[in-house]
Structure formats: C-alpha cells, structure tokens
C-alpha cells in the first residue's frame, strides 16, 4: 500500500515549486528593476557627501629650530623654547574663535541652505565642537591610566565632516593665523618688555643721581656742622691759652673723654685749615663711590642693546621664517566611511524585493484575470 502524504504538506511543495518557477520567469523584470535600483543609488552617491575622519599631528619644532634661539635665552630675559612656543599655538586654538571664524570665511556651511541666522549660527557651533584638540599626555596622566594612549611632545587636532577641502582650507588657515598672531604677540611682549627694563633703568639712575646728591648735602651739612664746632673749641682754647695738649691732658684723653678745647687751638686750627681748604669734595664724600659705581654701571650696561640685536637674529623678526611648531598639513590622515558602496548595496537590495514585489502583485493579478474568465 502506498503512503500517502498530507495535502498540506503537497500544496505546500507546489506553492513553493510554483514560487521558483514565478521567479525565475520573473527574473529578467526583478533583474531590471534592481539595475534601476542600482543606477539611482549611483545616482545618489554624486549627492550624497562622503563622511570622513581626519587627524593631524602638531610637534615641537626641532633641537635645531629651536637652536637659534640660544643666542637670545643665554640674557635670561625672553626665553623661547620649543615647548613655549608649541604651547602658545595650541592655547590660541584651544578657544576655538580662529576656528570658528575660518570655517565661516571658507563657507564649510552654505548660509543660503538655512532659514535663518540662529539655524546656522548653531550648525557652525556644532561643526566647531566637533574639531577635537587633544594634548600630549603627561607623566602624572599616564600613571594614573596606562590603558590611556601615550602621545609624547605633540597634540592632535581631529575632525569628523563631510567637506575634505574645505576643512583642510580651515586647517590650514588656522594655523597660518595663529602662529601670525603668536610671532606678533611675542614681537609686542618683547617690546613692552624692553620698554619696561629701560624704564626701570632710568629710574635708577634718576634714584642714584638723588642718592649722590644727598650725599653732597649730607657732607656740607655734616662739615658745616663740624667747622662751627671747631672754631667754637678754637676759640676757646686761644681764651685758655691752650696751643698744644699737655701731658696729663693727652693721657686723660685716651682714656676718657676731656673737653676738646684742651687739645689745643693749634690742633684744631689746622684741621679746620684742611676742611676748607678741600677743593674735591668727591673723595671725602662718605658711600660716593659705590653709588658712582652703581650709576656707571647702569648707564655703560649694553645688555639691552644685545638682546634686541638676538631677537632682530631671531626667526620671530621675519614672518616668512618664524614657526611655532612642526606639522605638515599633507600628512593629514583620513579614514573615509563606506557610505557609497553601503548606498550602492542597499540600492541592490531594494531592487530585488522591489522587483519581487511587483513580480508577486503581478502573478496575483494574471491568476485573478484566469480564474474569471
């Protein structure tokens, strides 16, 4: 006796027999509508922007850049160094308004594709927050989290769009502004200074030049002081008869204090001979020396005019040769998302069960049109 199969399970081979068979009678309008499908996705790509990634490395210019600074760091009075200046760039970008104005100025974002001012002006902030820049880490840093990334001596600055031109126009401009603004910072920095240390020079001239003169007014008033005394004691020890000092007077003298009259007005007669008889009152001015000393060596002091000579030597005088850090805009790295080929797949995709569909809708109606006539 034969066994006999349920009839489900046979309708169900000769639906699914059938449904093979429809497909492949099928297949030249499935595979033309995917190819529509296809050729519109392609279609698309030209419309649809390429998302990207990028990276750049900014380094510390090098031992032999940062070597023609020497001559100007050995005064200790403006000292440039490559991690200064690397620091000084990146703190310029870290507000990000040099960036932001350069996306603005390379119109990265058409204005006309907003319906107003605030639409854009918040588009540009979102576009500006995605340009990432990241510090080197430090060694405090890195202890406290090895999994972290190790950079040493440079930053990164990183971005995610859609225009690659463009940002690198942005990139590139940035850079070029900031290290303009930092050369002509330092320029004016090292100008003021200048300005302030010839003050301060001045200025202690000027006290030196009243100190000396002091000293004069101190000298005539003390020897002014002394002479009245003087002849005072002269006077009256000429009154006494007192010409020299006697014996017992000088052996009282040197081991007590007598009247100074006794010492004789011959003795004090000719020191007051020697007091105005001085014409050079700069060899018996108490401290003169030392203030001369002090005064002359402000004013001989060359260490400024050195300096400005270094710094005029320095790059930070020329535009065309000052660099505030090393980095190479055509080094810039880029990974592209597979937007295209993802769009292209996708296109193939909907054209098959498109073409499916409309496969299925017609056989559906065929069998409608069988079944009434």
Request: glycine fraction near 4%.
């Amino acid at each position: 006796m034969a066994q006999e199969f349920p009839q489900s399970e046979q309708n169900d081979e000769i639906d699914l027999a059938q449904l093979v068979l429809n497909v492949w009678d099928g297949k030249w309008l499935i595979g033309g509508i995917t190819v529509i499908f296809v050729c519109l996705g392609v279609l698309a790509t030209y419309f649809v922007p390429t998302k990207f990634s990028a990276r750049l490395e900014i380094h510390q210019i090098s031992k032999a850049k940062s070597a023609i600074y020497d001559e100007l760091n050995i005064f200790d009075f403006f000292d440039l160094s490559e991690e200064f200046l690397l620091n000084e760039l990146m703190n310029k970008l870290t507000n990000k308004i040099i960036i932001k104005n350069k996306f603005e100025t390379s119109e990265y974002l058409e204005r006309s594709n907003f319906n107003n001012n605030s639409q854009y002006d918040f588009e540009l902030s979102k576009l500006v927050n995605d340009v990432k820049l990241i510090a080197p880490l430090s060694d405090e840093e890195y202890a406290k989290d090895r999994k972290t990334l190790r950079r040493n001596n440079y930053w990164e600055i990183s971005f995610e769009g859609t225009s690659q031109e463009k940002f690198l126009l942005v990139l590139k401009e940035s850079l070029e502004q900031a290290t303009a603004e930092i050369r002509q910072e330092l320029i004016d920095q090292f100008n003021a200074k200048i300005n302030l240390r010839k003050l301060q020079t001045k200025n202690s001239i000027m006290d030196l030049d009243e100190k000396i003169s002091n000293a004069f007014i101190d000298y005539d008033t003390a020897t002014s002081r002394r002479l009245a005394f003087l002849r005072e004691q002269a006077a009256i020890a000429r009154k006494l008869g007192v010409s020299k000092p006697s014996e017992f007077v000088a052996a009282l003298d040197s081991n007590a204090t007598g009247p100074f009259y006794m010492r004789g007005y011959d003795a004090i007669e000719q020191e007051i001979e020697h007091l105005t008889s001085r014409t050079d009152k700069t060899l018996f001015v108490a401290g003169l020396v030392e203030l001369e000393q002090q005064r002359r060596a402000l004013k001989q002091s060359r260490v400024l005019e050195r300096v400005q000579v270094a710094f005029e030597k320095s790059p930070v005088s020329e535009a065309e040769k000052f660099v505030a850090a090393e980095y190479d805009i055509g080094s810039t790295k880029f990974e592209f998302a597979n937007t295209r080929l993802m769009l292209l797949g996708l296109s193939g995709i909907l054209g098959i069960f498109a073409g499916l569909f409309i496969l299925m809708i017609s056989n559906m109606l065929r069998s409608r049109k069988s079944l009434s006539s």
